[in-house]
């Protein structure tokens, strides 16, 4: 099987992914009663990305973030998706439902049936502008082909397998698209794993998920500079007198959405 390029897989996702939560937000606003205050020329928008780059408005504010963590989730799962298809032989003939009941007999632990499910879970919810939007470059197409070659002439086979790994990724920017609109969050980590566990994703591949990401590399520290000023006042400041410590006040941790209530609420009702 092609090596995958990590580094490659995780841009790739970030772009096309940001492109597809812009259409939900160009969905949301189709139909929004309220007032909008993210204004297009200022914040980045649907229309602008639909553009070339060279005609696009520069220096729009994005309004989200898809950390690292969350592109390499989904760049491990495209790993998976594609190594789990290696286990089965699909044949003419065969349909979407088929093709996940194969999946889920010869994987335990299957991503790529749950990466099936969960867009035909949420496909009939697309607005207008998300069901259009897509790859124009087909870069996920081609790096499906490439790593299936067997299926490289079959067309109906590995376009069926193209598209259902594109609506995939519409389920999630519909979901996030949404999360973002209404809590004004960014996609990090902890939301990411915890929507998938709310979509009923094992927790063995959850650990698993988390288990591969890249190991954080510590910055390493400044040297702060000093002349002899600064090392006059240190030697005259070396035995101060001594002085009340004050406790420190605990800092309250970050909230995130509730995933079990407010967001499963919100996802499952609107």
Known sequence: MASLNAKNFEKQFNEYLSKLIYAVFDDIARDWNGS????PLIFQNYTNLLLDKK???EGLKSR???YSEVRQYLTLMFGKFVEEFKNIQMVDGDTVQSVIEKLNEANAECFSAFMFELGNRYKSKFGAT????????RWFHSQIVGFLPEYATRHVLIGMVSDEFDTFLKAVAWIFGKLIWYYEVSVNSELFLGTLAQQDMEQVMLDELSSGLRAKVPA???KAKTDAKTKGKEAADASPEPTEVKKEEPVAPAIIPDIDDDVANLINDI
Do not use: E, M, V, Y
């Not at 909008?36 to 204004?39: A, G, P, Q, R, W």
């Not at 998300?130 to 470059?137: H, K, N, V």
């Open 36 to 39: 909008i205050k993210h204004n």
């Open 55 to 57: 005609d696009r408005g």
């Open 64 to 66: 989200f973030t898809i």
């Open 130 to 137: 998300l069901r259009s939007a897509g790859d124009q470059q």
């Open 220 to 222: 390493k520290p400044r």
